[in-house]
């Protein structure tokens, strides 16, 4: 694993690395903050500390994150079972419920505290806070995906003024749909929309891995760029699996919706955060129409 600079070089990585961005205020990128990047705290503090630099630079950041692993770890000391197909998570009323409780709890106010602590004004919300989105249930060819929902509308005045605001919008992927009923979502999923519905400059999804790979058995074997159209034909070939399904679909529907890059990379790799907000250099895999 990559170290992460002290707090003196990533003002350097501001000032050399952040150029082309600083010159353009009021850029908006969306980062998804996965549960399996959610390591040992002295590991992700940096991490905040780059979010803080480029909130500094003027850019509007918002951050939606998951916790599939720590739901699992509850659930599993709670003694029901996890059940997943294609990445998704088959969730019944007991599951709903203990994610609410970890995505919402635990997690969300721990990324919130972490971004206090570098100085970053930080509001952790759901989709039940505002009104921020509303949920639908997402359908499978083979499976009742039970309370696993779709994103159905973006509340997208809310977010503006929330982004308008000195602080980052910290958002758990829970929301309820026209009933009331309480839905968990995919994060990765959730993040691609509320990008596509900003028009946001860029989303990262941050992850453990360190992209996208020819071969997944080999953590080297990156693929440093893909249109929208290898990105499907991968998925289309079977040549992608598990967890990676979703994020690669989450990224291929931003940009053909507007966003203008979706990257996936290893949150833990030292300056990757700022280096693909600067586009100076690609960390991990881009995505462009």
């Known amino acids: 694993m990559q170290k992460h600079p002290k707090t003196g070089d990533i003002v350097s990585i501001m000032t050399t690395t952040l150029n082309p961005f600083s ?29 803080a630099t480029l909130q500094a ?12 692993p720590q739901i699992s770890q ?8 996890s059940k997943h197909i294609d990445g ?20 969300n106010k721990r990324i919130v505290s972490s971004l ?20 639908k249930p997402k359908k499978h060819a083979s499976v009742n995906l039970g309370y696993f929902g779709d994103v159905e509308t973006i509340n997208t005045s809310q977010i503006s003024f929330l982004l308008s605001q000195p602080l980052i919008p910290v958002i758990a992927p ?34 453990n891995v360190a992209g996208v790979l020819r ?11 893909l249109s929208s159209q290898e990105a499907e ?30 990257y996936i990379f290893n949150g833990e790799t030292a300056n990757s955060l700022l280096m693909n907000a600067s586009s100076t250099e690609t960390i991990g895999t881009v995505l462009s129409l």
Do not use: W
Not at 27 to 43: C, D, M, N, P
Not at 119 to 133: P, Q, R, T, Y
Not at 175 to 185: I, N
């Open 23 to 51: 010159e353009i205020k009021s850029k908006t990128i969306v980062i998804k903050y996965g549960g399996s990047a959610l390591g040992e705290h002295t590991q992700v503090q940096p991490l905040f500390q780059e979010i």
């Open 57 to 68: 630079q003027g850019i509007q950041v918002l951050l939606v994150h998951g916790g599939g």
């Open 74 to 81: 509850m659930l599993s000391r709670l003694q029901i079972e």
């Open 88 to 107: 998704l998570r088959i969730t019944d009323q007991e599951t709903v419920e203990v994610a609410e409780m970890v995505l919402c709890g635990s997690i």
């Open 116 to 135: 206090q602590r570098v100085n970053v004004n930080a509001l952790g919300l759901s989709g039940k806070d505002l009104n921020l989105f509303s949920v």
């Open 174 to 207: 829970i929301g309820t749909d026209v009933s009331g009923a309480t839905f968990m979502l995919d994060a990765d999923h959730l993040a691609s929309q509320i990008a596509s519905a900003l028009q946001a400059d860029k989303l990262f999804i941050l992850t």
């Open 215 to 225: 071969d997944a058995t080999n953590n080297t074997s990156v693929i440093n760029a």
């Open 233 to 262: 034909d991968l998925l289309n070939q079977g040549h992608i699996s598990g967890g990676m399904i979703p994020k690669l679909q989450s990224c291929i529907d931003a940009v053909k919706t507007g966003v203008s890059q979706a």
